[in-house]
């Protein structure tokens, strides 16, 4: 069974920094691309960041572009998102996501997710 475990959330001040991680099973991490969403109260799920199963190229949405950076460490079957200059409007639950396309980035187009780990960011 696939499994997607997200870690690294927590309580940050703005201006501050997280790193979240994704521990994935077995060949997911290898053969498949790897996003984040997040979802704050009340609203819709929204698209991140993505990354390409080689790690070769990356995608973000324009209001995290410049803050946050995906990678992936395929050797430990874990995917990276550093989050800079965190903003009050940063706070959700994350969710890391797998899909078999090559760069998607709508929450359609993944296959498998975690259980999502929180992140609040106070002013």
């Known amino acids: 069974q696939v499994q997607l475990i997200e870690s690294g959330g927590g309580l940050v001040q703005a201006g501050g920094s997280l790193r979240l991680s994704c521990a994935s099973s077995?060949?997911?991490?290898?053969?498949?691309?790897m996003g984040w969403f997040r979802q704050a109260p009340g609203k819709e799920r929204e698209f991140v960041a993505v990354?390409?199963?080689?790690?070769?190229?990356?995608y973000y949405a324009d209001s995290v572009k410049g803050r946050f950076t995906i990678s992936r460490d395929n050797a430990i079957n874990t995917v990276y998102l550093q989050m800079n200059s965190l903003k009050p409007e940063d706070t959700a639950v994350y969710f890391c996501a797998a899909s078999r396309l090559l760069i998607p980035t709508s929450a359609a187009g993944f296959d498998y997710w975690g259980q999502g780990t929180q992140v609040t960011v106070s002013s």
């Open positions: 077995g060949r997911i991490a290898r053969d498949y691309a």
């Open positions: 990354i390409t199963w080689s790690g070769g190229s990356t």
